[in-house]
């Protein structure tokens, strides 16, 4: 029954080591910022979810303990993978976009980003 447990365990690490290379691969091949988000936030975030997987797997079923550090390891991963991914693209819209050249946001309110009168920002934000 062990060795299914380790087929098990390594279909897992196979399947993120895939996710792995193609968060990388994407990372490195796309071009501009905001489709590079994609590669790391998604796929590689899969990948390192397969690891951490495999690791439960393997600490509960083959060591035969509970460990709760890959549950708060994936806990932190899945928080904060897409508000940094947020960010990033924040930075990158105020960086390098224009109100002009963003798409149509398809509602009443615009883009919140960037569509802020100077008299509406607090007084420190206006120098």
């Given at each position: 029954m062990e060795q299914v447990y380790e087929i098990l365990i390594v279909v897992f690490l196979v399947i993120s080591g895939i996710f792995g290379i193609?968060?990388?691969f994407g990372l490195i091949k796309l071009g501009d910022p905001m489709s590079r988000l994609h590669a790391p936030t998604k796929a590689t975030t899969l990948g390192v979810g397969g690891v951490l997987i495999a690791s439960m797997l393997h600490s509960i079923l083959i060591e035969g303990?509970?460990?709760?550090h890959e549950l708060l390891i994936t806990l932190f991963l899945l928080l904060t993978a897409p508000i940094t991914a947020h960010f990033i693209a924040k930075a990158h819209i105020h960086r390098h976009e224009t109100p002009e050249d963003l798409p149509?946001?398809?509602g009443d309110h615009?883009?919140?980003t960037l569509q802020c009168d100077p008299e509406d920002l607090p007084e420190?934000?206006?120098s």
């Open positions: 193609v968060g990388s303990k509970l460990s709760l149509d946001p398809g615009g883009w919140a420190n934000e206006t």
